[in-house]
């Protein structure tokens, strides 16, 4: 398929690409969520302002006569980044005889404050999620509930769902058990502060002062690595796919300004906590899948075969190839990573691989999980920041208590469908908001960079130009209007070249570029090829 240089300057060809892209689903841009979500209504922080800050004596001897287990004497910890205030998510863990371990995840009842058919109910339905933006979250609860009462906060009493989990030797779920629970939370620990206790490129003298500080902590923090790596591998064998590529952090001055991006890659910490958060996501959807009742699964369709065929295309140029016949298993897709890991191809193949794959969503059907090559999945452990978790936990606690009648099932199969739909439209738009923001940060961060030039790698080759990402992940774009060649678009080898001196260019190929334009408002670079 043979493309011409489009005519004109490239403020006109900006113009055809921002009109084609609004064939597109148009979503609301980051200033209209703030605007609409900044605040929330009188009722809801009327009704917020009535819930307890604290769990009182008397809360406390209530719940555990009607039946809440009390783990307060386990040794639970919470792992997360600096920042975060809505903790909702714990773990604990046991060694157990013959390499045995006992896990338990624990999760933030946030149900028991947030009753259906209440105006806090209706916000956060309505909010589906909460939107985090570099330096500001839109939370979808009130923050007196978020940050303050269901966050799992060291040293607190705090009301859970808990799930523990025995997990024999080869890293496989023999047991388990979900209930209420009532748990305190004896220290908090970051990812960064995991990764330097372990890792051999921390300061000894930081390593050493980190040891002293969770020393009666080493040996769990040690089992907890242990089993996550075991978790993993159980995974691995059964076709999961993991994609392990840098994702874009914009450091920002007090006043939001950015002034540094760099691509920043997840640690064997940030695993630790995905890996257990999985486990109790698939123990949850398989026990509920097997009682047959309404509920919200996360499913993740097989990709479709036309993006498939373009996959193939684009790695091809790069030397790779797809293989397998007939219908494409998730160990396919993870038999290429594998081959490029570690390689310069490795985060452009994983970024084209990413796009080839359907969109996980929301279903009251359980359809399966492609990506994660799991039969049963569910979002449990966030209630406080996803309405579909928070729906699962009424589930468990309505299945707990005996009110599933047929009645109230019939109910919850018809509100599941609308749910599903809403929330994973909800999801759409918060993740198309929050990326905005990071590309606009972005560009404006690049637009003190003009005329400056830089190593990149190109990423994506279109029919009216070539985008090229850079080291520190900010990805632009050189329309063909600005090269001194009119190119030809090859669409089945994914190959642009010169129409007169024939130079090719192909996906995965180095670039070094010049910085000539950014539009902060679209969150856009444009690059020229540097001479």
Do not use: W
């Not at 090269?483 to 180095?510: C, H, L, Q, T, W």
Request: aromatic share 8%; proline share 4%; with cysteine.
């Amino acid at each position: 398929m043979r493309r011409r240089a489009p005519s004109g300057n490239s403020a006109g060809s900006i113009k055809k690409e921002n009109q084609r892209k609004q064939d597109k689903p148009e979503y609301k841009p980051p200033e209209q969520l703030i605007e609409e979500r900044s605040e929330f209504s009188e009722s809801v922080k009327a009704e917020a302002a009535g819930i307890p800050t604290v769990l009182s004596p008397s809360a406390i001897a209530g719940e555990l006569k009607r039946g809440r287990r009390d783990l307060r004497h386990l040794e639970i910890v919470t792992i997360d980044s600096e920042e975060t205030k809505d903790v909702d998510d714990a773990i604990s863990i046991e060694r157990l005889p013959g390499g045995a371990y006992l896990l338990g995840v624990h999760i933030a009842d946030v149900a028991h404050y947030v009753r259906e058919g209440t105006a806090l109910d209706a916000a956060a339905y309505e909010r589906g999620t909460s939107v985090y933006l570099e330096s500001r979250v839109l939370p979808m609860l009130p923050p007196r509930l978020s940050n303050g009462i269901c966050s799992l906060n060291a040293g607190e009493d705090r009301l859970a769902l808990s799930v523990l989990m025995t997990i024999d030797k080869e890293g496989e779920i023999c047991r388990y058990e979900i209930f209420e629970s009532l748990i305190r939370v004896k220290y908090k620990i970051t990812y960064k502060q995991i990764y330097a206790l372990f890792e051999g490129d921390t300061p000894s003298y930081r390593q050493e002062a980190l040891r002293d500080e969770y020393r009666q902590h080493l040996e769990d923090l040690h089992a907890m690595r242990e089993l996550a790596e075991l978790r993993h591998a159980v995974r691995y064998r059964r076709g999961s796919i993991d994609f392990d590529f840098p994702e874009t952090h914009v450091t920002t001055d007090r006043k939001g300004k950015p002034i540094g991006v760099e691509a920043k890659r997840s640690t064997f910490a940030n695993r630790i906590i995905e890996e257990f958060m999985l486990a109790a996501n698939e123990t949850v959807a398989e026990h509920f899948s097997r009682m047959r009742i309404p509920f919200l699964y996360r499913v993740h369709g097989r990709p479709e075969q036309e993006k498939i065929i373009k996959l193939s295309l684009e790695i091809r140029s790069m030397g790779y190839t797809l293989r397998g016949r007939g219908t494409l298993h998730p160990h396919t897709i993870q038999s290429l990573l594998e081959k490029v890991k570690g390689k310069a191809a490795e985060p452009i193949i994983s970024m084209l691989t990413l796009r080839a794959m359907q969109k996980a969503e929301y279903s009251p059907k359980n359809e399966g999980h492609f990506g994660l090559a799991a039969e049963n999945y569910t979002h449990f452990t966030s209630p406080i920041r996803r309405y579909p978790d928070l729906f699962v936990h009424r589930m468990i606690k309505e299945t707990l208590h005996d009110k599933m009648t047929a009645e109230r099932q019939a109910q919850l199969r018809t509100f599941a469908a609308e749910a599903a739909k809403h929330c994973s439209e909800a999801e759409r738009e918060a993740e198309s908001a929050e990326r905005l923001h990071t590309d606009r940060l972005v560009a404006e961060y690049m637009s003190s960079h003009i005329g400056e030039e830089f190593d990149g790698i190109i990423c994506n080759i279109t029919s009216f130009g070539i985008f090229v990402q850079l080291e520190n992940s900010a990805e632009g774009l050189i329309f063909y209007s600005s090269m001194p060649d009119y190119m030809v678009f090859d669409e089945k080898k994914m190959i642009a070249s010169g129409e007169s001196n024939r130079r090719k260019y192909a996906i995965g190929d180095p670039a070094r570029v010049k910085v000539i334009g950014c539009n902060i408002k679209m969150g856009q670079i444009e690059f020229h090829f540097a001479k």
